[in-house]
């Protein structure tokens, strides 16, 4: 099972920032947190990932709590074409493979 | 780069039929996955393979086989199709399974058994 705990459903205005978030609140000191999203109907796509620092990158920043508990997923700007599934992971199973959980639907509206 | 392809996009099979889905990827990766994805749930891994040659049981193996001869390539066979096997499935490739470093995904077969 995931190890991750993510809303359901989140909305956001256009142009907006859209912040998601994620507790993970079992984590382990050696574990990464992951996000991917899932774009209707497409592959999974990376977005960023992170251990304990503060991480950003072209598509997004991710902040992690001191304890390491949780985690927000920041879109500084979101698209229409940002509407998707995010996947926060931290729990990568024992062949290397990522543990999907149920994901937070980001609509973004006009 | 054209990064992780897969071959078909789409098929529609009757039970019993056979079928090899195709897997490329072009990042020289060593570590390769199949996944599958059953309407509103997550991916769950079916094999993976850590380099050319080697192929291992995931998840939920059982009805596929696989095969890596070429690093390049991972292939998924159904020996006689099912209708639970209808499902959209992903290939994904990555330089390592070590903590941190990201897996790529491919565009998806979407396969519907009859």
């Known amino acids: 099972d995931a190890k991750t705990t993510q809303p359901p459903s989140m909305d956001c205005a256009e142009g907006r920032a859209a912040n998601l978030p994620c507790n993970h609140s079992?984590?382990?000191?050696?574990?990464?947190v992951y996000w991917y999203r899932q774009i209707h109907s497409q592959g999974p796509q990376y977005i960023i990932h992170g251990l304990k620092n503060n991480e950003t990158n072209e598509m997004a920043s991710l902040i992690i709590t001191e304890d390491r508990k949780s985690s927000t997923l920041i879109l500084p700007h979101a698209t229409l074409r940002d509407t998707a599934v995010y996947y926060c992971?931290?729990?990568?199973?024992?062949?290397?493979?990522?543990?999907f959980g149920k994901g937070t639907k980001l609509s973004v509206k006009p | 780069n054209a990064g992780v392809t897969q071959t078909p996009k789409f098929r529609v099979l009757k039970t019993g039929q056979s079928m090899t889905l195709l897997c490329a990827q072009d990042m020289n990766h060593e570590y390769m996955y199949w996944y599958r994805q059953d309407p509103g749930m997550g991916l769950r891994l079916i094999h993976y393979?850590?380099?050319?040659?080697?192929?291992a049981k995931g998840e939920v193996p059982d009805g596929y086989n696989v095969s890596r001869l070429k690093k390049q390539n991972f292939l998924l066979g159904l020996e006689s199709a099912a209708p639970s096997q209808t499902s959209v499935y992903f290939c994904?490739?990555?330089?390592?399974?070590?903590?941190?470093?990201?897996?790529?995904f491919g565009p998806g077969t979407r396969l519907t058994v009859t």
């Open positions: 992971i931290v729990d990568g199973g024992s062949q290397g493979n990522l543990i």
């Open positions: 994904a490739s990555s330089y390592s399974n070590r903590e941190g470093y990201e897996q790529y």
């Open positions: 393979s850590v380099g050319e040659g080697t192929t």
């Open positions: 079992t984590i382990s000191g050696n574990e990464y």
